[in-house]
C-alpha cells in the first residue's frame, strides 16, 4: 500500500533499455518505512527483465553483527553452482568469480538492509545487464557504479489511512474518519507504527479506533503501545541506536529533551557546549543514521516516535543526569538569554530595562538588525517556549537561576508580541508563575504573571488582565523588582482606561512615571506619560493631551525611539481631532502611518487606520474613511486584536449608515456590539446606541 511513486521511479531506473552501466537502486531511511517492503515490490514487478534470476541477502546492516561480505559471497556464489572446494579462499577472488559469472546475464539482485558502501561494494556486478536494490538505514554515498537515490520518509496522510484500511476493513476506517486521521497521525505516519495498531485492532475487533487513539495519546507511553507480536517500534529504533558511536549516541540522548519541535545549529552548539562545526558534524552524522532530519540547513528535528524512543532511553548518570535532571538545560536557557537580549536591545534600543536581565556567560550571537533580530525570534520561537515550560517544570533540586533566567527570557521576548503567537508565551509564562509560586520565588513570579496579565491586556480579556497584573505588582513589591513593576502598573493603567475608568487608569500612570524617572527610563516615562494623555483625553481634557503629545513627540524624537514617535503622533491627531483640528489630526496620523509602514509597527498602524477614518468620516470624507476602516480591519484580524476590531467595526458601520446603507452598517454595528459585549468591554454602550439609531435594538 502506497509508495506508487517510489515504485514507478525505481522500476523504471532499473530496466531503462539504454543503459550502459549497472544500475543501483538505492533505498535509505530510518527504521519502520517500510524500505524492504517497497524493494520487494519492485523486485516482484520487473522480474520478468531479468529471465537469469533475482537473488536476495539480508546483509544484517542494522545489528551487532553484519553480515561478513566474503560470507555473503560465498552464499551467493554458491547458489549460482559453485562448488564449495573451488570456492576462492580471499574476498576479492570471490568478488571477481561473481562479476565473472554474471558477465552477460540478466540477474536482479536485492542487498537488504546494508550496513555502509564498504560492505556493499564487494557484492556489485560488473554487467550493465544486472540490477542491484540495495536498503539501508544510512544513505551509501561512494559505491562505485550509477547510484539511484531514495530517501523514503514517512506515509503522507492518505497513504497511511489506506494502509489501515487494508488491514482492519474500509467499514471501521469509514465509521470513524476523524478517528482514522488522528490514530495514524499519532503513529507519526510511520509504516510500522501504523501497520501494528491496525493489527491490534484487527485482532480486537470491538475495540473502536478511538479507543487505540486515546491509548497513544500520552507522547511518553506511546512507544510502548507500539508492539505486536514479533513487531515493535522501539526494537526497530533500538537497532540504530546500538550502531551509533559513543559520542553520537550521547548527543541522541541529550538533545532530544530540548530539539521540539525543532533546533537550529547554533542553539543545539550552546545548549552541548560545542562549537558549530563540531556540533554540525555530529548532528549531520545523526541526520545520515536516520535517527535526526534535517528538513532544511542548518535546523534539526526528531521524529516524533524517535523522539519518544529517545526520551525513553533517559540520561545515564555519566551524562550529567540524575538531580540536575535535563543536563542541557541550563546552558540551553544561558544561550537563549543572551540571543534574547541582543535581540531584545535591537527592538527597543536604548531600553535601559534589558540592562536588569540575568548576567549570563554565554556570549550573544550579534544580529545586524532588527529584522535579523526579528527572523531569530520568529524562526526559535517553538524552541524558546518549549525550553521555558521544560524550566518550569524543572525538578525541585535543580538549581534556582534556571526559573530566573526563564523568566528573564519571558521579558527578553515581550518586545516582539506582535511578531509571535503572545498566547503561547503567555502559557509558558503561566507555567513559570505556578512553579515560582509553590516555590516561594516572588522574583520569577512577578515576571512571569507580568507577562500572562499583558498577555491577557493584548486580548482584551480586561478582568482576566487586572488579575494577574495586581498579582504581579505585589510580588514584584515584595521583592523590589521596580523594572517590572513599572511595567505592570503601565498595564494596569491601560485596563482601567479601557474600562473607562480614566481617574484609576491616570493614577496608575502616575506611579508608572514615577517610577520610570527613578529607573532611567525616559522612552519609557515618555510613553507613559502618553498613555495618561490619552486618559485624559478620553476624560475631556482635550488641550491638557495635546500638550502632553507634543512635548513627549519631541523628547521621543531626540532618543530615537521610532515605535515611541509614531504613538505620539497617534495621540497627537486623537487630541486635534477631539478640538475639532480634523486637518492637522490627518497630517499626525498620516505621519504616523508613515512610521509604521517603514518601521513595521503593525498594532499602531490598525489603530492609526482606524482614528484617521474616524477624521475622514467626521470632514465628510466618507468613501476614504470606509477604505481606511476596511484596511483597520484587515490588520486587526490578521493580529487578533479583538478590541481595535471592534473600534474598526464601529466607524465601519458609523460611515456606512451617513452613506445611506442601513442593511451593511447594522452588519458591521452587530459585529462589533458582539466583539463588546463578549469582552465585557463599555464599548458596546457606543455599539448599542448606534443600533439603536438604525432601528436595530440590541
Known amino acids: 500500500t502506497g509508495r506508487a511513486e517510489q515504485v514507478e521511479e525505481l522500476s523504471r531506473v532499473l530496466t531503462a533499455p539504454d543503459r550502459t552501466s549497472l544500475p543501483v537502486a538505492s533505498v535509505s531511511g530510518m527504521g519502520g518505512l517500510g524500505k524492504t517492503t517497497l524493494a520487494l515490490r519492485v523486485a516482484h514487478r520487473i522480474k520478468h527483465e531479468f529471465p537469469d534470476g533475482q537473488l536476495y541477502v539480508d546483509l544484517r546492516g542494522s545489528g551487532l553483527e553484519p553480515a561478513d561480505p566474503s560470507a555473503v559471497l560465498g552464499s551467493m556464489l554458491a547458489a549460482m553452482g559453485v562448488a564449495p572446494h573451488v570456492l576462492p579462499a580471499m574476498t576479492d577472488d570471490r568478488a571477481r568469480l561473481l562479476r565473472t559469472l554474471l558477465d552477460g546475464r540478466r540477474m536482479l539482485l536485492l542487498l537488504d538492509n546494508a550496513r555502509d558502501p564498504a560492505q556493499v561494494g ?60 488522528q490514530l495514524v497521525s499519532a503513529c507519526g505516519h510511520l509504516p510500522l507504527a501504523v501497520r501494528i495498531v491496525a493489527a491490534r485492532l484487527a485482532a480486537r475487533p470491538r475495540w473502536q479506533l478511538e479507543t487505540m487513539t486515546r491509548r497513544l495519546a500520552d507522547e511518553r507511553r506511546r512507544i510502548g503501545e507500539l508492539r505486536a507480536g514479533d513487531l515493535a517500534v522501539a526494537a526497530t529504533f533500538e537497532l540504530g541506536y546500538r550502531q551509533l558511536p559513543q559520542e553520537q549516541a550521547c548527543v541522541f540522548r541529550l538533545l532530544a529533551p530540548v530539539a521540539r519541535p525543532s533546533i537550529g545549529l547554533e542553539v543545539a552548539a550552546a545548549a552541548l557546549g560545542l ?23 542548518g535546523r534539526y528535528r526528531y521524529h516524533d516516535l524517535v523522539w519518544a524512543f529517545a526520551l525513553q532511553l533517559g540520561v545515564p548518570p555519566g551524562d550529567g543526569g540524575g538531580e540536575a535532571g535535563i543536563p542541557v538545560l541550563a546552558p540551553l536557557l544561558d544561550h537563549l538569554l543572551a540571543a534574547g537580549r541582543a535581540a531584545f536591545h535591537c527592538m527597543v534600543p536604548g531600553n535601559p530595562d534589558g540592562v536588569f536581565l540575568t548576567s549570563d556567560p554565554a556570549p550573544a550571537p550579534p544580529f545586524a538588525g532588527l529584522a535579523e533580530a526579528r527572523a531569530w525570534v520568529t524562526t526559535e520561537f517553538e524552541c524558546l517556549t518549549h525550553a521555558l515550560t521544560l524550566a518550569a517544570r524543572s525538578p525541585a533540586g535543580s538549581a534556582p537561576r534556571i526559573l530566573r533566567v526563564a523568566a528573564d527570557l519571558l521579558i527578553a521576548l515581550t518586545p516582539f508580541g506582535k511578531d509571535i503567537p503572545y498566547a503561547q508565551l503567555a502559557s509558558a509564562a503561566q507555567a513559570l508563575a505556578e512553579t515560582a509560586a509553590l516555590r516561594g520565588d516572588d ?73 520610570a524617572v527613578a529607573l532611567g527610563h525616559r522612552s519609557g516615562e515618555l510613553v507613559t506619560r502618553l498613555n495618561a494623555a490619552q486618559a485624559r483625553l478620553r476624560g475631556g481634557l482635550a488641550e491638557e493631551a495635546l500638550v502632553a503629545s507634543d512635548e513627549a513627540l519631541a523628547a521621543l524624537r531626540e532618543v530615537e525611539d521610532h515605535h515611541g514617535v509614531a504613538y505620539a503622533l497617534y495621540v497627537q491627531g486623537m487630541a486635534l481631532h477631539e478640538l475639532g483640528r480634523h486637518g492637522e489630526a490627518v497630517a499626525s496620523h498620516t505621519r504616523c502611518l508613515d512610521l509604521c509602514e517603514t518601521w513595521q509597527i503593525r498594532g499602531q498602524e490598525s489603530q492609526a487606520r482606524h482614528r484617521l477614518a474616524e477624521t475622514l468620516r ?72 448606534l443600533l439603536t439609531a438604525l432601528g436595530d435594538l440590541p
Do not use: W
Open 275 to 297: 562549537d558549530a562545526y563540531d556540533a554540525e558534524e555530529i548532528l549531520e552524522s545523526l541526520v545520515d543514521a536516520a535517527m535526526l532530519e534535517a528538513p532544511q540547513p
Open 122 to 181: 564487494p557484492l556489485l556486478p560488473g554487467s550493465a545487464g544486472c540490477a542491484v536494490i540495495v536498503t539501508s538505514r544510512t544513505r551509501l554515498v561512494g559505491i562505485p557504479s550509477a547510484v539511484t537515490a531514495v530517501a523514503l520518509e514517512v506515509f503522507v496522510t492518505d497513504e497511511a489511512i489506506a494502509l489501515l484500511t487494508a488491514i482492519v476493513g474500509a467499514a471501521r476506517v469509514e465509521a470513524e474518519p476523524d478517528a482514522a486521521v
Open 443 to 515: 522574583h520569577v513570579a512577578g515576571r512571569a504573571r507580568f507577562v500572562c496579565g499583558n498577555a491577557a491586556l493584548q486580548s482584551a480579556r480586561l478582568v482576566e488582565a487586572e488579575q494577574f497584573a495586581r498579582l504581579a505588582a505585589e510580588a514584584c513589591e515584595r521583592v523590589g523588582d521596580r523594572v517590572i513593576l513599572r511595567q505592570t502598573l503601565n498595564d494596569r493603567g491601560l485596563i482601567a482606561q479601557f474600562q473607562h475608568r480614566y481617574e484609576d487608569a491616570v493614577h496608575f500612570y502616575d506611579q508608572a512615571i514615577e517610577l
Open 618 to 689: 467626521a470632514m465628510g470624507r466618507r468613501e476614504e474613511a470606509l477604505k481606511e476602516a476596511g484596511r483597520a480591519l484587515v490588520l486587526c484580524e490578521q493580529r487578533g486584536a479583538a478590541r481595535d476590531q471592534g473600534l474598526a467595526l464601529l466607524v465601519l458601520g458609523r460611515t456606512l449608515a451617513d452613506l445611506g446603507d442601513t442593511g451593511a452598517a447594522v452588519v458591521r454595528a452587530r459585529q462589533a456590539h458582539l466583539l463588546f459585549t463578549r469582552l465585557g468591554l463599555p464599548d458596546a454602550d457606543h455599539t448599542a446606541a
